[in-house]
């Protein structure tokens, strides 16, 4: 039983959205005080760096975290101390907005699970690019993309345009997020003619760009198959690079906590344990709908490093976690690293 096991229950009796800011205030402070090399030390030992080419980028390792965790780009140095391979920071949304009214995060320990429903609150672009200009770091970034609230959705494009030209001299990749339930109306983005759309006019953009980076399209767990078919599609017809497989969920079905608890906690979005099954579902249809060559970044319900090979396993070239670092703890990229590197032998 590792010493995070033993404090979890204590860490858990705090309201989850200030113990989220507690800990990325620890984070920032310690790499301030220069303990970054420290942590390294610990969770990142080289011998346990497995390089590994996604969309043509050199990532150190598999497993990295999911956007939500580092909404404004403060963190990614001490995780990436932390064993992580890379960070897809954000939701970035063009201006600074304060999210939906809080309480807005739940925890559901008999699911192993979060409720969220945040609502892209974040610092806004002008904020993420003044934090990643000073970036010297060698973890790969990753920028996931929105739109404000605000903007309605036959203005959504200016919205994502902006984020895209604004983040895109200061990270590796884009993902394009129209996945996320917790913004209204969003999900019809995800409908065949406006994503065409959207996907169409990030891609033309790129073409003006001096260097090419890959554009990955994070999409939701509750499409059916014909969607699911539909968006491979429109990914292709665009040229989108990639996929993140997937975002949260607003389906309950088959949790452990008790009903009138999920009532009252109402909307948001499911992470966790609940959507690990769906996402290695998804993960090994597109895998093998694209005849294995569309690259898929795996994510949800990852609490464990076995979870993290499952979705290997299934088609996926990287994975990331949110949920399961909570749940599981600091070393859950150091476990997963290592599981993994012995699964394959490397």
Avoid: W
Avoid at 50 to 77: H, S
Avoid at 144 to 153: C, L, Q, S, V
């Amino acid at each position: 039983m590792s010493f995070y096991t033993l404090i979890r229950p204590a860490l858990f009796k705090i309201n989850p959205e200030r113990i989220h800011g507690v800990v990325n205030f620890s984070m920032k402070a310690a790499q301030t005080l220069g303990l970054g090399a420290v942590a390294g030390a610990i969770y990142n030992p080289r011998s346990l760096q497995m390089e590994t080419e996604f969309c043509g980028i050199k990532f150190p390792n598999r497993i990295g975290v999911a956007a939500g965790f580092d909404k404004n780009a403060e963190v990614y140095k001490m995780l990436g101390n932390m064993g992580f391979g890379h960070v897809e920071i954000g939701t970035v949304t063009p201006r600074p907005q304060g999210g939906n009214p809080k309480p807005r995060l739940f925890r559901l320990p008999a699911d192993g699970a979060l409720i969220n429903r945040m609502g892209f609150n974040n610092n806004g672009l002008e904020a993420a690019v003044k934090k990643l200009r000073r970036r010297n770091h060698k973890i790969v970034i990753g920028g996931n993309i929105g739109k404000n609230t605000a903007t309605p959705n036959e203005n959504a494009i200016d919205d994502y345009m902006a984020c895209f030209k604004g983040l895109y001299d200061y990270v590796d990749y884009i993902t394009i997020n129209v996945s996320c339930p917790n913004v209204a109306n969003l999900k019809k983005l995800q409908d065949k003619e406006s994503l065409d759309r959207l996907l169409g006019a990030i891609t033309s953009q790129r073409k003006q760009q001096a260097v090419y980076k890959p554009i990955l399209l994070k999409i939701s767990p509750d499409l059916t198959q014909e969607q699911i078919d539909e968006t491979l599609e429109t990914i292709a017809q665009n040229g989108i690079d990639g996929v993140v497989v997937a975002n949260t969920s607003t389906k309950r079905d088959g949790l452990k906590t008790a009903p009138e608890r999920i009532a009252e906690i109402a909307n948001g979005g499911l992470s966790g344990q609940p959507l690990r099954d769906r996402s290695v579902e998804m993960i090994r249809y597109i895998s093998e709908k694209t005849s294995h060559n569309l690259p898929i970044i795996g994510v949800g319900g990852t609490m464990s490093p076995a979870d993290a090979m499952a979705k290997i396993e299934a088609g996926a070239t990287l994975v990331q976690v949110f949920t399961g670092f909570i749940y599981y703890g600091p070393k859950l990229a150091k476990d997963t690293n290592k599981y993994v590197k012995k699964c394959l032998q490397l």
